[in-house]
């Protein structure tokens, strides 16, 4: 290719990014005016916000994969809103951590982070009104339901709004660019278990230290040219490492799911889901005609896990996701039988369905 040839590519390039820049500012002046007209009203809206990302996602022809198109309309939108109000929210920290990762794919980058040091505190800076909405870690792939967010959800005032699926990639980091003279590995003890028999392979003789977080991990990786840390993405770029090894876990699928929480719940979107927490009569086969109504409705149930109850010794209370919004009709009619027959029935919030 000629250099006139170029020329002509990035002098159109140029001319595209002028209407570009245009075009979004436009966009930020709208969202403005509308944030106006709500008068102090919601500023998020979480089910227009799916809207918005699904649309774009069908519309795309390419070349951008649909998950990069994605991407930059949720940064777009971050930053407009932004300009209504911009949004706090809470998580479990440090910094650094998947929480963070979740944070910044659901909110975009314009959020103001508010890095919690339990996920209790998580709760309480949200209810409190110390931050406008929480994402908290509820279920991974791998190890299964995290229990002291399903315990809390039954207490709190808070209503799920939505929810953010975040592939888990593990890397290792270092220094140096490259596996020579590491002598300790440090992470997280999940994140060591998950990368198990790659660092059985690679790195047989190296000590392996479980410390709180990722994020604590890549800071003693910093410190210290012998060794090397497991974490993620934002951890690396955190504390400047060198990812000198990509996505080493064990399970190539592994996956976390979080969810949103705020003051309320989310309009329809046209794709959600409903989270309920019930429990059953303590006589046989209480389960079974607790749930009926859902199938006998056609209303498909997409998760069940039990925890045991604070009320009573071999007690449980049981998590249900459905799909569907609260305000479906045959959601709607569900749920009422659902209350006929449960001892406690309780609506954690309707969502927007995760835009991968």
């Not at 990014?17 to 009203?41: T, Y």
């Not at 971050?78 to 911009?86: M, N, R, T």
């Not at 931050?131 to 709190?156: C, F, H, I, K, W």
């Not at 953010?164 to 992470?187: F, N």
Request: net charge negative; glycine share 6%; aromatic share 4%.
């Amino acid at each position: 290719m000629s250099d006139d040839q170029i020329r002509q590519h990035r002098d159109a390039i140029d001319d595209i990014d002028v209407q570009i820049l245009k075009l979004i500012n436009q966009r930020a002046h709208h969202a403005h005016e509308i944030g106006v007209l709500k008068g102090g009203g919601l500023v998020y809206r979480p089910e227009r916000e799916a809207q918005v990302l699904r649309r774009v996602k069908d519309l795309n022809q390419g070349p951008l994969p649909s998950e990069s198109v994605a991407r930059l309309f949720r940064e777009i939108m971050s930053a407009c809103l932004s300009l209504e109000k911009p949004l706090t929210i809470a998580f479990l920290g440090p910094l650094g951590t998947f929480s963070e990762s979740a944070v910044v794919k659901h909110f975009g980058h314009a959020a103001q982070l508010q890095p919690s040091v339990s996920i209790d505190e998580v709760f309480r800076q949200t209810e409190a009104g110390m931050a406008d909405y929480a994402v908290v870690p509820v279920e991974n792939s791998t190890e299964g339901a995290v229990g002291r967010s399903l315990d809390l959800m039954t207490q709190t005032p808070l209503k799920v709004c939505g929810e953010v699926v975040l592939r888990i990639h593990q890397h290792l980091m270092r220094k140096r660019p490259d596996l020579v003279g590491i002598t300790r590995i440090y992470s997280h003890s999940q994140s060591l278990a998950q990368c198990h028999e790659w660092l059985n392979l690679h790195l047989p003789n190296a000590e392996r230290i479980a410390v709180a977080s990722n994020a604590e991990a890549a800071r003693l990786a910093a410190e210290d040219v012998n060794t090397a840390a497991i974490g993620g993405e934002a951890a690396a770029e955190r504390y400047e490492l060198v990812k000198v090894v990509s996505n080493i876990e064990d399970e190539p699928n592994n996956t976390t799911r979080f969810l949103v929480l705020g003051q309320a719940d989310a309009s329809r979107s046209g794709k959600d889901k409903t989270s309920l927490v019930m429990s059953a009569k303590n006589q046989p086969g209480a389960v079974f005609q607790l749930l009926a109504p859902l199938a006998e409705n056609g209303v498909s149930m997409t998760k069940l896990e039990s925890r045991p109850s604070r009320d009573g010794l071999w007690e449980y209370v049981f998590f249900v996701d459905v799909e569907g919004h609260r305000d479906d009709a045959l959601v709607q009619k569900a749920m009422k039988e659902l209350a006929e027959r449960a001892v406690i029935l309780r609506v954690l919030g309707s969502y927007p369905v995760a835009v991968l």
